[in-house]
């Protein structure tokens, strides 16, 4: 089976290599037979534009910001303060502020995936186009001061219509931007250069990027009628591509399928049933990882610096003693620090094996990092309470949740993607694959952990802060023996159900040399 696997390996770099030499020769030819149609720029009529320059920088800008605004949205959550009598406060924080933070959260993803569409049509830019990006990034910098209104009034429209109003001015740039690229073909990806119909792609790519701002028009107008149909109209939004994907297949099979022209199906391998870039989603990701890390130590010191006044008249001036008062803090703080980081080392493990990401991927990888930028609120909850309190033991079970959740969303990455497989994962991670049972292990860890954290915090609710912290401090020593676990596991399993099945010491020895990223073959 495993020589099955190498020569699949094989077989699936040369056809790559043969498909993208033929893509080549294909995009040469249709360049030399183009070159005299209206609106059509050649490379060397590009490069006589001398006030152009790569997008590279200006998207990686983009996800940068994007990623530091989506994932600050936490802090007005994290930081409301609540009273130990307050029975159902913490009930009623995860109800209202962090169902708003997650809608908001996964927004404002829409939007970023919004921005990748749009910038896989514009692949150059000059300095109109920068500044009308940096717009659009402003007004995304300011969602997290809307959020914050729509957390702390939920039933005042306000909020709600500054946020709806900043998407709107936002759909108004990027369309702008459309007309202003499209304005300019040398700013085009070479293959929208070389079709005689441009009209058709620039009226399609406008449809797509107003969608989202004609919903949030509709929920400002119905805010001043019924307020919570407004919040259902942006939930919407996040489900909005695969509505329209529902409707188009229901229409399909009322009257048929619609013939496409030959413009119509190379737009459909650039925009909406594009997959998201694999590049940019892993820089999207990093970025909100590496800020949720940040938070953590932000809190740290912001909240557990002694004051030299009380260091001096409580503690005798010995400020090791006023630190130690500070004891659970810090130990909440490694957790959450090992919690956050072994979360990206499984998504970068995921992500190594991953070909191309499509949009269901896309999807679940936006809910886990909703979920992981929940964790500095976790961090902040499992120490705000005194220890014993009902309200400690809610706060550990919600924290227990995110974790969960954070996790399991990974795992249906790896779901999604198996769907597509033989497009979308190296074949070491597919079925049958030497990898598939470790990656289904490491994706597994954290959700198992925190489900089972959860019940026996419900079962010995008296030591649920202890149980907690000792799950976030052995976890880490369980990614390290994973592997063995595994290979023992399988091993075993071996052994009891196909005893004499030949060459199973050779299979459980060639496993160990198996381990070889799929990059380092093809390289």
């Known amino acids: 089976m495993e020589k099955n696997v190498d020569s699949e390996i094989i077989e699936h770099h040369v056809e790559e290599v043969e498909v993208q030499e033929e893509r080549r020769k294909g995009a040469r030819s249709h360049a030399a037979s183009c070159s005299s149609f209206p609106g059509s720029v050649t490379p060397s009529d590009r490069e006589d534009h001398s006030g152009t ?16 605004i989506a994932t600050v949205m936490i802090l007005p959550v994290a930081h409301t303060k609540m009273k130990d009598n307050e029975e159902l406060s913490v009930q009623l924080l995860l109800t209202t502020k962090i169902a708003v933070y997650l809608m908001t959260f996964l927004i404002v993803t829409v939007a970023w995936a919004a921005h990748i569409r749009l910038f896989q049509v514009i692949v150059r830019i000059d300095d109109c186009l920068a500044l009308l990006n940096l717009a659009c990034m402003m007004l995304i ?12 009034f939920p039933e005042n429209i306000l909020g709600l219509l500054l946020f709806c109003g900043c998407v709107m001015v936002m759909g108004v740039i990027q369309s702008g931007i459309v007309l202003y690229a499209f304005s300019r073909p040398f700013l085009l990806n070479e293959q929208i250069q070389m079709s005689e119909n441009q009209t058709f792609y620039k009226r399609h790519i406008l449809k797509v990027i107003m969608r989202v701002p004609l919903m949030c028009f509709f929920a400002s107008i ?75 130590i932000l809190d740290i010191c912001e909240d557990n610096v002694p004051d030299p006044a009380v260091v001096q008249k409580e503690f005798g001036g010995s400020l090791v003693a006023a630190l130690r008062s500070y004891g659970p803090e810090y130990l909440a703080y490694f957790g959450s620090f090992a919690t956050v ?17 499509t949009r269901l991927m896309g999807l679940m990888n936006s809910f886990s990092l909703a979920f992981v930028g929940g964790l500095p609120l976790a961090y902040q909850l499992t120490h705000e309470f005194p220890p014993d309190s009902r309200n400690e033991l809610e706060a550990i079970r919600i924290s227990c949740v995110i ?26 991670v597919r079925y049958g694959g030497r990898e598939h049972a470790f990656m289904f292990a490491k994706l597994s860890l954290y959700p198992c952990v925190a489900l089972g954290t959860f019940f026996l915090t419900c079962v010995l609710s008296r030591f649920s802060a202890p149980i907690f912290h000792l799950m976030e401090i052995t976890v880490p020593f369980a990614f390290l023996a994973l592997r063995l676990l595994v290979r023992v596991t399988l091993a075993s399993l071996r052994l009891m159900f196909w005893p004499n099945r030949p060459g199973a010491a050779e299979e459980a020895d060639d496993e160990e040399e198996a381990r070889v990223p799929f990059s380092t073959l093809v390289s």
């Open 141 to 152: 910098t300011f969602l997290p001061y809307t959020f914050s209104l729509m957390a702390a």
């Open 341 to 357: 980081g072994l979360l990206w080392f499984t998504h970068h493990s995921l992500f190594l094996h991953v070909t191309r990401t």
């Open 53 to 68: 320059q790569s997008s590279h920088r200006l998207l990686a800008y983009s996800d940068a910001l994007i990623s530091i």
């Open 222 to 296: 119905f805010s001043f009628i019924f307020f919570q149909l407004s919040y259902v109209l942006l939930a919407v939004v996040i489900f909005l591509p695969y509505i329209s994907q529902s409707m188009k297949w229901c229409r399909n099979k009322a009257i048929g399928p619609v013939e496409q022209s030959p413009d119509s199906m190379l737009f459909d391998t650039y925009l909406p049933d594009e997959p998201l870039s694999k590049d940019r989603v892993e820089a999207f990701s990093d970025g909100v990882y590496a800020i949720v890390a940040t938070l953590l």
């Open 403 to 428: 974790i969960f959740f954070a996790g399991v969303f990974q795992l249906a990455i790896w779901v999604a993607a198996l769907h597509g497989e033989r497009e979308t994962l190296h074949p070491y």
